[in-house]
Nanobody, 115 residues
Framework: QVQLVESGGGLVQAGGSLRLSCAAS????????MGWFRHAPGKQRELVAR???????YYQDSVKGRFTISRDNAKNTVYLEMTGLKPEDTGVYLC?????????WGQGSQVTVSS
């Protein structure tokens, strides 16, 4: 059974940092693209960052220079290091893994940034 289990969300003040982790199990994910979407209240879900199996990385413009995505294939885990957090970064962060159109989702982690 494939599972993506997220951890690391929480409440932080503006300017603070958090690290999200997404641990995958049930198969080897080294060739999957993995990343994070964000769903903020009243807004559409948006892609925040993505890392391919070949470690090609994409960031949404609003997080460039503040967020860093990385993966540890030996641990089947992807990380999102978030620094310089802003209130507009608040939302539920959803980890995903995709290959050939087959998508797996994590359970979501709430990140709340207070001003």
């Amino acid at each position: 059974q494939v599972q993506l289990v997220e951890s690391g969300g929480g409440l932080v003040q503006a300017g603070g940092s958090l690290r999200l982790s997404c641990a995958a199990s049930g198969r080897t994910f080294s060739s999957y693209a993995m990343g994070w979407f964000r769903h903020a209240p009243g807004k559409q879900r948006e892609l925040v960052a993505r890392i391919s199996g070949g470690e090609v990385i994409y960031y949404q413009d609003s997080v460039k220079g503040r967020f860093t995505i990385s993966r540890d294939n030996a641990k089947n885990t992807v990380y999102l290091e978030m620094t310089g957090l802003k209130p507009e970064d608040t939302g539920v962060y959803l980890c995903y893994a995709v290959k050939f159109g087959l998508v797996y989702w994590g359970q979501g982690s709430q990140v709340t940034v207070s001003s």
